[in-house]
């Protein structure tokens, strides 16, 4: 089963801060995130373990936890670059990675 | 470095004909999987492989086929095609398993009329 991620879409102004949410209702053993630019592949941002761990990568950080099967992707001070659409990954039993049906993000000038 | 590597970018079938998706990586990875994207939508997982010689169904594996002869190759077939298979395929790997990042190839966009 899919993940479910909220919002579906979102508008921001450069520089102002977005939350996006990844939910599962099975057991996770990772999450993943990536970012789709139109009509290109997929790009990896992070991969979050169990463990609860959170991670950050300049702007850009994310939380997992394990015991809500939530993971939520932190954009904070956003670019026009952030502009895109967004996918979790779920990892459940099995090796499958499963993807939400991802939120799309434009940053405005 | 090629990474993973799709053909044919585009293909027009029409309903009923057979093709086969190309997907080839050159970095020794393990695992591969095949999603298919619908306008607007998320992925959705068709197939994956583990290794060579193994390969198990994802969500949506109805009406295609795979193999996984080599550790460089994972073809997609499309036995029969039909205007509902419509999408944009793409195929992926990573190193060990999906608890990886994973390496996405630049897509096929196929059109079933």
């Given at each position: 089963?899919q993940?479910?991620?909220?919002?579906q879409?979102?508008?921001?102004r450069?520089g102002?801060?977005?939350?996006?949410?990844c939910s599962?209702?099975?057991?996770?053993?990772s999450?993943?995130?990536?970012?789709?630019?139109?009509g290109?592949?997929?790009?990896?941002?992070?991969?979050l373990?169990?463990?609860?761990?959170?991670?950050g990568?300049?702007?850009?950080?994310?939380s997992f936890?394990e015991?809500?099967?939530?993971?939520s992707?932190?954009?904070?001070?956003?670019q026009?670059?952030?502009s895109?659409?967004?996918?979790?990954g779920?990892?459940?039993?099995?090796?499958?990675l499963t993807f939400?049906?991802?939120t799309?993000?434009?940053?405005?000038? | 470095?090629?990474?993973?590597?799709?053909?044919?970018?585009?293909?027009v079938?029409k309903?009923?004909?057979?093709?086969t998706?190309?997907?080839?990586?050159?970095?020794?990875?393990?695992?591969?999987s095949?999603?298919?994207?619908?306008?607007?939508?998320?992925?959705?997982?068709i197939?994956?492989?583990?290794?060579?010689?193994i390969?198990?169904?994802?969500?949506?594996?109805?009406g295609?086929?795979?193999?996984?002869?080599?550790t460089?190759?994972f073809?997609l077939?499309?036995?029969?095609?039909?205007?509902?298979?419509?999408?944009v395929?793409?195929c992926?790997s990573?190193p060990?398993d999906?608890?990886?990042?994973q390496?996405?190839?630049?897509?096929t966009r196929?059109?079933?009329?």
């Amino acid at each position: 089963q899919q993940p479910v991620q909220s919002p579906q879409a979102v508008i921001l102004r450069e520089g102002e801060d977005a939350v996006i949410n990844c939910s599962s209702s099975k057991a996770l053993y990772s999450v993943h995130w990536y970012r789709q630019k139109h009509g290109e592949a997929p790009v990896f941002l992070m991969i979050l373990l169990k463990g609860g761990e959170q991670k950050g990568h300049d702007k850009i950080s994310a939380s997992f936890n394990e015991k809500k099967q939530q993971s939520s992707l932190y954009l904070t001070a956003s670019q026009l670059s952030y502009s895109g659409t967004y996918f979790c990954g779920t990892e459940t039993a099995g090796n499958m990675l499963t993807f939400g049906g991802g939120t799309r993000l434009m940053v405005k000038p | 470095n090629a990474g993973v590597t799709q053909t044919p970018k585009f293909q027009v079938l029409k309903t009923g004909q057979s093709m086969t998706l190309q997907c080839a990586q050159d970095m020794n990875h393990e695992y591969m999987s095949w999603y298919r994207q619908d306008p607007g939508m998320g992925l959705r997982l068709i197939h994956y492989s583990v290794g060579a010689g193994i390969t198990d169904q994802g969500e949506v594996p109805n009406g295609y086929n795979v193999s996984r002869s080599t550790t460089e190759d994972f073809p997609l077939r499309l036995l029969s095609a039909a205007p509902s298979q419509t999408s944009v395929y793409f195929c992926a790997s990573s190193p060990t398993d999906s608890n990886q990042p994973q390496h996405f190839g630049d897509g096929t966009r196929l059109s079933i009329l």
